[in-house]
Nanobody, 125 residues
């Protein structure tokens, strides 16, 4: 069973930055389409950004200009650089991947099969 392992969450003051990481437990082809999501208590899961194998990205308006997705050179480890964090960014953050969706099929509405366990981000004033 492939696992995605997130790290890098924590507590930060508003305006601060955090960098999340996500790595698969084994090589799986998940780099075809990977993304970051978040879910705050009492709210639905929100798709934040996806990246395809060719490093094309799609961002949600809520994070565009503040968050940046990237991958390492081997395209196996996924990162989310979060700058200018706001209190409303507080949530559990999840990474996801799926080997089935290439190119234009990799989108914010992609139904991912593989998920990490989540890492908590708390932003305070």
């Amino acid at each position: 069973q492939v696992q995605l392992v997130e790290s890098g969450g924590g507590s930060v003051q508003a305006g601060g930055s955090l960098r999340l990481s996500c790595a698969p437990s084994q090589h799986t082809g998940l780099e075809a389409c990977m993304g970051w999501f978040r879910q705050a208590p009492g709210k639905e899961r929100e798709a934040l950004v996806v990246i395809d194998f060719q490093d094309n990205t799609k961002y949600a308006d809520s994070v565009k200009g503040r968050f940046t997705i990237s991958k390492d050179g081997a395209k196996t480890t996924l990162y989310l650089q979060m700058n200018d964090l706001k209190i409303e960014d507080s949530a559990m953050y999840y990474c996801a991947g799926d080997p089935r969706f290439w190119g234009s099929k990799c989108s914010l509405s992609t139904d991912f099969d593989y998920w990490g366990q989540g890492t908590q981000v708390a932003v305070s004033s």
